[in-house]
């Protein structure tokens, strides 16, 4: 007879997909009022990393505490993105008809937009996981963006795929649709951070000590 356990991979998987719907639910509460969206970036890359390392025992608590922790700067990270993001609307269509000037113009837009998005990819793993001030922040992670190319690109094409899933796959992407790709982004933007702040990952030798390190952000 077949019996389910703990070490039984389909339960896992079950246990964790359980554990990103829920996530969801959270991120989707508290992303209402639309200008803590950021906040909420911040708390689902913080709840996801300590997922992956098994250091997470009640994920509504910890989602909270990481959520409050770093309001005010994921807040204004995530105000400064959508500033860049409805310029960039507003710009492209502004220039859309304008011959050779509008084509030039709409082409730096379509640069600034990109340095934002490469700077958006590691901002807010570094905002959750690390202790800094916000501005050395951005301009590292836009540093990083360049200087770690595989990782940008897999994460890329997991926001990518999860675009796609709310355009075609909607019902699933509302379940799943923001935990699920923060959390592979997670596990892909973890190691290339490691090598500037190892106090990211932990050393295995004490497992009590790790869990204190989950809770408290190295300093880079």
């Not at 600034?112 to 590691?122: E, G, K, S």
């Not at 592979?184 to 050393?203: D, F, M, N």
Request: net charge neutral; with cysteine.
């Amino acid at each position: 007879m077949f019996h389910l356990n703990e070490d039984n991979k389909v339960t896992a998987v079950l246990s964790r997909i359980t554990d990103l719907v829920y996530l969801q639910l959270l991120f989707l509460l508290t992303s209402i009022p639309v200008v803590t969206i950021g906040a909420g970036l911040s708390a689902l890359f913080s709840v996801s990393r300590k997922l992956h390392l098994d250091t997470i025992s009640e994920i509504a608590p910890a989602y909270f505490k990481a959520f409050a922790a770093g309001f005010k700067k994921s807040t204004l990270a995530w105000l400064f993105f959508l500033f860049i993001a409805l310029m960039v609307y507003a710009d492209v269509n502004f220039y859309a008809e304008r011959g050779t000037f509008g084509l030039a113009a709409r082409i730096l837009v379509y640069i600034i937009a990109a340095l934002a998005y490469l700077c958006f990819v590691y901002l807010f793993p570094m905002l959750a996981w690390l202790e800094n001030r916000l501005l050395p922040q951005m301009k590292n992670a836009l540093i990083l963006a360049f200087a770690h190319p595989g990782a940008t690109v897999i994460v890329t094409l997991i926001y990518a795929a999860a675009a796609a899933l709310s355009r075609f796959l909607f019902p699933i992407f509302l379940f799943i649709g923001f935990s699920g790709p923060v959390y592979l982004a997670a596990r892909v933007l973890i190691k290339p951070l490691s090598v500037y702040a190892p106090g990211l990952l932990p050393t295995w030798d004490n497992p009590e000590k790790d869990a204190e390190q989950a809770d408290d952000p190295p300093e880079v």
